[in-house]
């Protein structure tokens, strides 16, 4: 089983960048394909990235593509979501999720318990 455990949220102005840690304890992170999720306030979870164990893929939702980068730093056991140009529209809980297995847009077993990003114009 692995833990997860999200920083890096804050409130910042529409243009500013933010870097998303997620940081695994419990086993090693590198075997698991991890995956970004936001939940903005009334509303059902977004995907927004995800990286394969192996770090040869990667997967963005359209409306992060060109803004986000994820990536993962085997010798921290640590996956980061760097996101530039945010909007207010990004608004919202961002989680860390991860699966042995699953890989993609959802289905993830393990949830961190989530960073607040908030984007004022």
């Known amino acids: 089983q692995v833990q997860l455990l999200e920083s890096g949220g804050g409130s910042v102005q529409a243009g500013d960048s933010l870097r998303l840690s997620c940081a695994a304890s419990?086993?090693?992170?590198?075997?698991?394909?991890t995956g970004w999720v936001l939940q903005a306030p009334g509303m059902e979870r977004e995907f927004v990235a995800a990286i394969r164990r192996s770090s040869t893929s990667t997967l963005y939702a359209d409306s992060v593509k060109g803004r986000c980068t994820i990536s993962r730093d085997t010798t921290k056991n640590t996956v980061y979501l760097k996101m530039n140009s945010l909007k207010p529209e990004d608004t919202a809980v961002y989680y860390c999720?991860?699966?042995?297995?699953?890989w993609g847009r959802g289905g993830y077993a393990y949830w961190g318990q989530g960073t607040q990003v908030t984007v004022s114009s």
């Open positions: 999720a991860a699966d042995i297995s699953t």
């Open positions: 419990g086993r090693t992170f590198s075997i698991y394909n």
